[in-house]
Nanobody, 117 residues
Framework: VQLQASGGGLVQAGGSLRLSCAASASIFSISTIGWYRQAQVKQRELVATVAGSGITKYGDSVKGRFTISRDKAKNTVYLQMNSLKPEDTAVYYC????????????WGQGTQVTVSS
């Protein structure tokens, strides 16, 4: 299983970025895929996830600003981040939860998002 994350960068407050997470085709349709983030000296926290059914879940701090979506044709999940704030600065990690006999968890490499004030 591979998760390839991309799209991080530096943006001014109020700006937008889009993160992409390309997953292995073998698990994409059955997995819940999403993003978590970890800022310095903070615990990793949920940003957003989307299940194979299309059901989405968002962390409270990003509701109304971020939108997660999945493209089945490209086996890719996107995180559109709008109205970015300096407190959104973190390393963002793509995550996949694969429901087999037991749930397997996979992590992609992190991508840095920096929002300047």
């Amino acid at each position: 299983v591979q998760l390839q994350a991309s799209g991080g960068g530096l943006v001014q407050a109020g700006g937008s970025l889009r993160l992409s997470c390309a997953a292995s085709a073998s698990i994409f349709s059955i997995s819940t895929i999403g993003w978590y983030r970890q800022a310095q000296v903070k615990q990793r926290e949920l940003v957003a996830t989307v299940a194979g059914s299309g059901i989405t879940k968002y962390g409270d701090s990003v509701k109304g600003r971020f939108t997660i979506s999945r493209d089945k044709a490209k086996n890719t999940v996107y995180l559109q981040m709008n109205s970015l704030k300096p407190e959104d600065t973190a390393v963002y990690y793509c995550n996949a939860e694969v429901p087999l006999l037991r749930t397997l968890t996979y992590w992609g490499q992190g991508t840095q998002v920096t929002v300047s004030s």
